[in-house]
C-alpha cells in the first residue's frame, strides 16, 4: 500500500516537472487575435457588460465548474480532518 | 476563541449590514460592474471570521446555524452544475423560459446596462457564491475550536 501511495507521487511530481520545464517564458503570447475577439463580442453575445465575468462564465464556464469542484473537495477534506463526525 | 471586549463588539455590530450589503452587490451586479460570485462570496466569508474572532467562536456557530452550512455548500454546487446543464440545452429549447426572463431586457430596448440582460450569468454567481460563503466559513470555524483549561 505504502509502495503504491509513493510511486503514484513520484510519477505525478516528474509529470508535473516536465510540464514546468515546458512553460513558456512570462508574458510570451502578447496579444492573440482570441484576445481581440473577447473584446469586440463579448458584450453582444453574452449581453454582460463585464468582460471577466463573461469569459469566467460563459466562455470558460466549464472550467470555472472545475474550479468549484476543488473548492468543495479542499472543504470536504478539511472537514474530515477537523470534524468531529459531521459536526461544525 | 473569547470574546473581544464591548467596545469592539458595538463597533463590529455597525459594520455588518453595510459589509453583507456590499458582499451581496458584488455578486449580483456580476455582469455589470467589477465582482463575482468569488469576489462577493469571499467578503461575506472573511466577515463570518471576524465575527467569530470577535464575538467568540461558539457564540458566532449558534448565531449563524452552522449545522446548515454543509447543505448550503452542496445546494450551491448542484446548482451551479444543474443551471450549467440546462444552459447546454438551449439550443436544443430556445424558449426556455428562465433564461429568456433574464434576458428580457435586450428585446425591450434596454441597452446592456440592465440587470436582466446577461441570461444565466446572475444565477451562476449566485450558486458560486453559495458555495464560496459556506466552504470558507465552513474551514474557519472548523479550524477555530479552543479549549479552556484550568490551572491549579
Redesign the interface.
Known sequence: MKRIGLSAITIVGLFLLYAMLHLHPVGEPNSSPMDDYFILNA?EE?????V???I???YR??D??GE??I??T??MC??LL??RG??? | MRPMSILVQELLRLLVPFTIVFGLYLISH???????GFQGGAVIASLFALMAVVYGRDHT?ALLQ??W??WI?NV??LM??GL?LI?STTLLFPRLVAFQIA?YG?EYGYT??HLF?????PF??LA?AF??VA??S??V???ARSKVVMEK
Open positions: 458584450q453574452t449581453g454582460a457588460n463585464n471577466v465575468s463573461a469566467v462564465f460563459d464556464g466549464y470555472t465548474l468549484a469542484s473548492l468543495f479542499t472543504v478539511i472537514t477537523f470534524g459531521l459536526r461544525i | 456580476s455582469h455589470l460592474s467589477p465582482g463575482g456557530t452552522t449545522k452550512l454543509p455548500e450551491g454546487l451551479y452544475v450549467l444552459a434576458r435586450l446592456h446596462g440582460t446577461a441570461g444565466p450569468i451562476l454567481n458560486i458555495e464560496v466552504g470558507l465552513m474551514v470555524f472548523l479550524m
